[in-house]
């Protein structure tokens, strides 16, 4: 039972990997992508089913590249999810969960972390938490149109025939797990990122809850990353090729498995994270908080949650909406038939600071640092002398700003990282990994393999469910080695400080116009 199976789903894709404990390797990884809807401006939705026969086309897909008895010797299986949506089941799950899991029906598709239609919503939980300032103090984080609460509001509001359904609410992994197991259960990581959750107890703010009008029972039980949540079913074994009774743990959110992933398991240890959106994650031994700006209502703009790591451990971290997303974006605008790899080679000859051409990464809006819907993205500092590779460069430099701009409220809250570990999609660019060195100011190294750290830190959080004695972190410091560290270089971010200092400037100076855009569009 030296096998341990990771699943991770993603926004565009479910991923799963089989990773040999003994050896530390990975033996095989597989991909299948689902689709998502866009039904109103800012809105993102996905159909749960969909993301359920991605995982078994993906499980398929892993089991298929291995051997005939290698699905015999998986110990345990750990899950990765997408944080904050609202997965709403009727009441038929809640009270029958494992009958109902066969069908996995929902009560609407789920709203996704990316939606944006929340904001009255959001200022309403606020109000009730007794301000802001409260609502960090109590959450750890403020209100953001991203996190489930309001989701759930919003449904109760616009939807209230759908609403009356509702029967329990999960987070997307858990649906996953639902489907392969019949329980219902969370982790207090996802919890953490609900607004529903108080970070210092790890346990569900019933009185907040209460106050919202939101039925505790709604909410499914609690549990470590670690601990097992249910087993492999019957019938999920006939849909997966999956033998029958494999312990199945409650993992947690897709930063929090990134972070343990790449080794981000011990306070001071940070994990930067390019993927569709852009993370910095800081690991710490103390529930973290953002006070913001005194004399202003900026709290919260970093996200206090629980780490994957067990009861002692959480995190900080901070979440730019579109990081991947906005180079993805670009492409398809200036060059749909070009591959990546030519628009980054073409963006690497045009020097540092890009002739003074600056990119806004706000293309849904924005979470950290800027916590406002109404954000809006684009180039500026635009002149004739500027080509697609100029655009394509400040793209990549933008975001780095932005992340640059997350680390440094890290900082202000005691992490003083001496290498940040990069992961995701965007990391395998050797140019968008020096850019964020100049702009972080601190090494980054690779780490996790090119198959991406979620999955991988799934599988790792299910070692103990499978009997293994190595604790999580002797286990990471032994299969995780980070590669490819690149130092900051002094000249290039020399010349990047003058596109840093009007990054900074830009969302301050434009949101007047940017609030009228978006309301008059």
Known sequence: MSLLLGIDLGTSAVKALL?????????????????????????????????????????????????????????????????????????????????????????????????????????????????????????????????????????????????????????????????????????????????????????WATDLSLALGIDPSLLPPVLESQAIAGRVSPWAASQTGLPTGIPVVAGSGDNMCAAVGVGVVSPGAVLASLGTSGVILAHADAPTRDPGVPGSSSAGRLQGLCAATGPRGWCALGCMLSAGASLKWARGVLAPDAAYDDLLADAARVPPGCGGLVFLPYLTGERCPHPDPEARGGWIGLTARHTPAHLIRAVLEGVAFGMAQILDLASACGVAPASVRLTGGGARSPLWRQIHADALGVAVESAGGEEGGCALGAALLAASAAGWPEPLPDLCRRVIVATDRLDPDPRAAERLMPAREAFDRLYADLRPACRALARGG
């Not at 998986?74 to 009958?99: E, N, T, Y």
């Open 19 to 203: 990773f040999d404990l003994p050896t530390g390797s990975t033996l095989a990884h597989a991909s299948v992508e689902h689709p998502a809807s866009f039904p109103g401006p800012g809105w993102s939705e996905q159909n749960p089913r969909d993301w359920w026969s991605a995982a078994a086309g993906a499980i398929g897909q892993v089991l298929a590249r291995v051997g005939p008895g290698d699905a015999a010797r998986i110990g345990a299986i750990g899950l990765s999810g997408q944080m904050h949506g609202s997965v709403l089941l009727p009441r038929v799950a809640a009270d029958h969960p494992a009958r109902a899991a066969e069908g996995g029906e929902v009560v609407r598709p789920a709203i996704l972390w990316n939606d944006q239609r929340t904001a009255r919503e959001c200022a309403e939980i606020e109000a009730a938490a007794g301000g802001r300032s409260a609502m960090v103090a109590l959450t750890g984080n403020a209100a953001l149109t991203g996190f489930t609460a309001p989701k759930l509001l919003w449904v109760r509001r616009h939807e209230p025939a759908a609403w009356a359904r509702v029967g329990m609410v999960l987070l997307p992994k858990d649906y996953l797990r639902w489907r392969l197991t019949g329980a219902l259960a969370t982790d207090a990581g996802d919890a953490s990122g609900t607004l529903l959750f108080d970070l210092d107890r790890r346990a």
